[in-house]
């Protein structure tokens, strides 16, 4: 699809991520919250925090600022995570609250939970791992539906991982750079990434400052990939995702925390459950106002019409015969006689009957 999305549903996912401070009491809140808010999922962050991150991986700047405690990233993760069976309780929440569960697997161990334990069928790719090809390719070759944030990335290293996941949907055999470029040319390839592939426009900083949000690049990923296309956002507010969803966003990612001041690396740069209720509010709102794009006179304003429009009147009393000219002839309203478009064919004409001051002319005259 060339375009962003001309039908509209816009997707609303509330990214509890670690959000839960490694408390399943608090996860299953935070499904709550996202439930009564009117979100249609809620991700989670699935992960080892071993297989995750080396004991020599420092914490990124903003999770330093936003946790106040300078630690490695191994420890701030391994009191973030969540064990299996928290997992299989916050699916069964979500199936209670009507909810689709959704997390991002960020290991192997991880991505057979996901999707040998859990069952799950889409799955979604954080940025900082567009660029890891083999976990790509697992996630492909189980024929997953997935939604990729694109955060930090150049347009070439969109293009090389949507490559990996068109050979892994199509292809048998071994991985190969070179067979990853032919199965993206593919109509094969094609046709599989648009059946299973959204792009998540991102800007990787959280929260994000609006000068570098760059909403218009959505548009660019719609037309270079012609993949359904939304916005993982992590600014300040709700305004930049209604708007993503004005610019016709088909996704839109948010997250959400019980309290912005609990400690942890996100709550900070996220939006707390009554600022997420408005939020949805607000993107179902443009829902309803984005329409269907024929430019034509809605219901309501046929009503208004007769009483804004204008028709051609008599200025003064005009007698059947009378020649029509600019001193006899006027344009007011209503609009319920001829459109004053048929001005000037009416001019030099006579009148087929009397008219009286004011009376709206109607004449049979081809309009216009």
Known sequence: ?????????????????????GKLNLALSLVDAAADAGADVVKFQTFRADQLATSLAKQAAYQARNTGVETSQLDMLRGLELDDDAHHRLVAHCRARRIAFLSTPFDDTSLRLLVDGLGLKRLKIGSGDLTNWPMLYAIAQRQCEVIVSTGMATMKEIEDALSVLAFAYTVEGAPDRDKFQ??????????????????????????AIDSEINLRAMDTLAAAFSLTVGLSDHSEGISIAIGAAARGAAVIEKHLTLDRSMSGPDHIASIEPNDFAAMVEGIRKIERALGDGRKVPMP??????????????????????????????????????????????????????????????????TPP
Not at 308 to 314: D, E, F, M, N, P
Not at 315 to 340: L, Q
């Open 1 to 21: 699809m060339p375009k962003i999305q001309d039908t509209f549903h816009v997707s609303v996912i509330a990214e509890a991520g670690v959000n839960h401070n």
């Open 182 to 207: 032919r199965a993206f040319n593919s109509s094969d390839g094609k046709a599989a990434l648009q059946a299973n592939v959204t792009l998540l426009h991102c800007t990787s900083d959280y929260p």
């Open 300 to 365: 309501s304003e046929l009503k208004t019409m007769p009483v804004a429009r204008k028709s051609l009147a008599a200025r003064v009393a005009i007698r059947r015969g009378e020649a029509f000219t600019e001193d006899n002839v006027c344009i007011k309203r209503p609009g319920n006689g001829m459109s004053p478009g048929l001005y000037w064919d009416l001019i030099g004409r006579t009148a087929t009957r009397d008219y009286t001051t004011d009376e709206s002319l109607d004449e049979k005259l």
